[in-house]
């Protein structure tokens, strides 16, 4: 009977080096980014990396993919409140933090890691994919909090979802522009304001 022969087992922490290559393209995009980037960052050799993680675009993916389970997570605890108000208050609150953490990228991965040649079209699919996602989630919330009560019965969740994104998109842009985190908290007030509450 043969031994089959094991493969050396990693050297690294797949989430650690993931995360790494996340900053990374988020601080500097999808173009913006080298293998000798990445390679700094994750502390692996490119031929490491391509044994791990395949090329750029696999990688990438990989990076998106775990930028979307965070994202999602976030997501996740703002549309678990108990009211449409709260919902909105947590996800506006939980945006200014995020957006304005020390050592954090001042705009979100979809925006920032964004390329823009024709060639790399899948990738701005791909991202494009992540926001829907978030928008999605958003709208299914509203369409609870209009069929409860919470929220008037002819409101257009679709439309509600597609504008409080909108902000939140604005507020990432106000952010990359330097905007301050009490500028972006009365940015926040306002849209409640507006809202009605």
Known sequence: MTKTRMGRPREF?????????????WDKGYEGTSMADLANVMKLSPSSIYAAFGDKKALFQRAADKYAKDATDFY??????????????????????????????????????????????????MLLKVRKRGQAALKARLEI???????????????????????????VIQAEGGASKAEMRRTASLTLRYLGF
């Open 145 to 171: 909090a209009r069929k409860s009560g919470d929220l008037s019965s002819d409101t257009d969740a679709a439309d509600l979802a597609r504008f409080i994104s909108v902000v939140i998109g604005g507020l």
């Open 76 to 125: 996740q605890g703002s549309l678990a409140q108990p009211t449409f108000r709260a919902v909105i208050q947590d996800l506006l609150a939980k945006t200014v933090d995020y957006l304005t953490t020390p050592g954090h990228p001042r705009t979100c991965f979809t925006l920032g890691a964004m390329p823009f040649s024709s060639d790399t079209e899948p990738i701005r699919l």
């Open 13 to 25: 922490d797949e989430e650690t080096v993931l995360d790494a290559a996340m900053r990374v393209f």
